[in-house]
């Protein structure tokens, strides 16, 4: 069974940069999997961020695309969310999701979608 694990949450101060990790092993196929980062601010619906697909694709959503930067590691199995420029309203719970197989371009944005999901690390911005 695919188990993420994220890791690299802090506390930060606006204008940092973070970079979070996430380890997700177990997949059928090394090469065949979707793993997204999501985040969930207080009182508001869990939002995707960033996507990597084991083909090499990403996306990332337009609210964030300028600041942070998806990117994979297929031999560990790892994906990181490089976040820059960290602003106040970045303060979350941030989520690993995993599913098996390359989602098409139409479907990586939804959530059902990921079979698998983390505990969540806190990522919280405050001066």
């Known amino acids: 069974e695919v188990r993420p694990v994220e890791s690299g949450g802090a506390l930060v101060q606006p204008g940092d940069s973070l970079r979070l990790s996430c380890a997700a092993s177990?997949?059928?196929?090394?090469?065949?999997?979707?793993i997204g980062w999501f985040r969930q601010r207080p009182g508001a619906r869990r939002e995707g961020l960033a996507i990597?697909?084991?083909?090499?694709?990403?996306y990332s959503a337009d609210s964030v695309k300028d600041r942070f930067t998806i990117s994979g590691d297929n031999a560990k199995n790892m994906v990181f969310l490089q976040m820059n420029s960290l602003k106040y309203e970045d303060s979350a719970m941030y989520y690993c999701?995993?599913?098996?197989?390359?989602?098409?371009?139409?479907?990586?944005?939804?959530?059902?979608?990921?079979?698998?999901w983390g505990q969540g690390t806190q990522v919280t911005v405050s001066s």
């Open positions: 990597y697909v084991a083909d090499g694709r990403t």
């Open positions: 177990g997949f059928r196929r090394s090469d065949s999997y979707t």
């Open positions: 999701a995993a599913t098996e197989g390359r989602l098409s371009p139409s479907l990586v944005w939804a959530q059902p979608r990921y079979m698998y």
